[in-house]
């Protein structure tokens, strides 16, 4: 019960204004680099600040006054903490489900769940332009000790998974094919590389979780 339970979010007139500062330090840096391109240094000192104004916020977009930009800063951090707070109450949800199920996690499905974890890791490390093989050697581990650690989360994650996929049978919470190719072939541009039969097996899993969330947050 607890764990569903959703929080009012709240955000201040203060979180505004400290945001609204850190885009105005951000521009103030970006000016003093165009008018010294010279100066690689990221330490300026005390940065002269733009005025919080109404030209402040007509700079950064569709805005006509000061008000306006407050306004939907407000609303973009009141998603964002909205967002954050949904996956805590959900991740909070499947670990009181887990920790309430005793099962036996099958060794096949937690390296199945490393694999997908070692997987995203290459993504993420891609992402931001390194080398997977630097990675391991700025950390000073090796894939199999990372593996290893990783190992208590990734039978938590199987055991989670393998409990959602039983309620889901029980509940005949699949999606409908309909459902799923509609998907795919939303996303069949965006994926080109990958085949029709791996998008609907990955859509069929995200629809899925998608019904399952839904019937437990009911």
Known sequence: KTATEKKEVVVTDEEILETLKEVQQSHAHDAHHAANPD???????????????DAFAQSLGDFKILEELKVRVGENMKKEKENRET?????EMFNAIADATKVEIPNVLIESE????????KHDVAQFGGKYEDYFVHMKKTEEDLRAEWKGEAERRAKVQMILNEIAV????????????AQVERARSQYKD?????????????????????????
């Open 170 to 181: 029980k509940e005949k919470l699949a999606p409908s094919e309909e459902e799923v190719m």
């Open 39 to 53: 100066d690689h240094s990221h330490d300026h000192g005390a940065l002269e600040l733009p005025a919080l104004d």
């Open 194 to 218: 990958v085949d029709d039969e791996r998008l609907a097996a990955y859509f069929s899993q995200v629809l899925q979780n998608q019904n399952i969330i839904t019937f437990l947050e009911k």
């Open 114 to 121: 490393l694999d997908r974890m070692i997987a995203q890791l």
């Open 87 to 91: 996956d805590k109450r959900r991740l």
